[in-house]
Every structure is written in structure tokens, then in C-alpha cells.
């Protein structure tokens, strides 16, 4: 069974910096896409970063590129996303997903087939 668990949220300060963990169970990693999502109450999920299967190519979205990395690490099976400079806008439940038969790796929910459950992050100013 196929199981992403994610982990590092939390409340910071606006300005200061979080590194998401997201461990991946079940199935080779090394298949498809891996990205990352956020969603804010009452809002549609957004997609802040996805990875192609090398580890090669990344994507952002507009509101966190330039001060977000994500990465992983095929060895601990685990996907990981660092946002700097953190502001209030960027509190939400962030998810982590595969979309393990895509190979466009894009910032929409479609073809990510697996989620996580989530870890929340709240910045203050």
C-alpha cells in the first residue's frame, strides 16, 4: 500500500524558514512525479513544487519561486521542500503527492494519484 507521510510544520515567525519531510512507503519513487501542494481554508489546492523522477527538473509556483527548493532523497525514499522567507500568505496545510505515471510534472492536482494527510504550517508576523 502506498503511504506519503509529511512532516516539519509548525508556526514560525514571518521571515524565518521551514523544511517539509515527506516519506514515501509502497511503491519505487523513482517512478513519475513527486510534488508538493498547499491549501488554505475555503480555498482550492495550490501547487508550490513538483520534482520529475530524476530529480532533475523542478517547478514552482509564482508565490513561493525564488526562495523555495524542493529535493529529495532516493536513498531515505524521502521528498523534502524548503520555503525561506516565509510570510503569512504561506500558512497552510501543506500535502505531498505522486503522480507515479506522469511524466510532465506539472502544478495541478491532475495525475497525482497518492496524498499525504498533510502538515500544517502557520506563520505569524
Known amino acids: 500500500q502506498v503511504q506519503l507521510a509529511e512532516s516539519g510544520g509548525g508556526s514560525v515567525q514571518a521571515g524565518g524558514s521551514l523544511r517539509l519531510s515527506c516519506v514515501v512507503s509502497?511503491?519505487?519513487?523513482?517512478?513519475?512525479?513527486m510534488g508538493w501542494f498547499r491549501q488554505q481554508s475555503g480555498k482550492k489546492r495550490e501547487g508550490v513544487a513538483a520534482?520529475?523522477?530524476?530529480?532533475?527538473?523542478?517547478r514552482y509556483g509564482a508565490s513561493v519561486e525564488g526562495r523555495s527548493t524542493i529535493s529529495k532523497d532516493s536513498i531515505r525514499n524521502t521528498l523534502y521542500l524548503e520555503i525561506d522567507s516565509l510570510k503569512p500568505d504561506d500558512s497552510a496545510m501543506y500535502y505531498c503527492?505522486?503522480?507515479?505515471?506522469?511524466?510532465?510534472?506539472?502544478?495541478?492536482?491532475?495525475?497525482?494519484?497518492?496524498w499525504g494527510q498533510g502538515t500544517q504550517v502557520t506563520v505569524s508576523s
Open positions: 503527492a505522486s503522480a507515479p505515471d506522469s511524466w510532465t510534472c506539472g502544478l495541478t492536482t491532475d495525475g497525482y494519484k497518492f
Open positions: 509502497g511503491y519505487s519513487r523513482s517512478r513519475g512525479c
Open positions: 520534482l520529475d523522477s530524476n530529480g532533475v527538473t523542478a
